[in-house]
């Protein structure tokens, strides 16, 4: 907290960005799902102001991550859909395989086998192309 408040007397938005996205990191680790969610929504707005597309993307996926461990499956689905738009805009290939993973596992959730499964595929072949052993070996 010291550091955002060094950061807020300076007015250093980027680094406000950032240390609130790390918070939300922390306190997602902790299990802190409401305050997580809190310090994601205001790093969101401040990457949205500052248009960095990549850190709006990361967000909507932590926000996403956050909705699906409450069991909100809609409202993590449009999260996750908003992070594939973006990082297809990126085009970050590696990104858009975690999102079909984390789309795969929604559906899944949702009783939609063929669409989990489909995704789970795309997902799996891009951990392939990048060699990423442990992603892929979640996706199984």
Do not use: P, W
């Amino acid at each position: 907290d010291s550091a955002l408040i060094l950061f807020q007397a300076i007015d250093d938005s980027v680094k406000i960005q950032q240390v609130l996205n790390r918070l939300g990191n922390i306190n997602h680790l902790l299990g802190n799902d409401k305050l997580a969610f809190t310090n994601y929504q205001k790093s969101f707005k401040i990457a949205l102001q500052l248009g960095q597309e990549g850190r709006i993307a990361d967000l909507h996926n932590n926000l996403g991550l956050i909705c699906y461990r409450q069991k909100d499956y809609h409202q993590a689905e449009e999260y996750y859909l908003k992070a594939l738009e973006s990082y297809r805009k990126l085009k970050d290939e590696k990104s858009i395989g975690d999102i079909y993973y984390n789309l795969g596992m929604v559906y899944q959730k949702n009783g939609k086998y063929d669409q989990s499964r489909d995704l789970l595929e795309k997902s799996i072949a891009i951990y392939n192309k990048y060699n990423d052993i442990n992603s892929k070996a979640s996706s199984l």
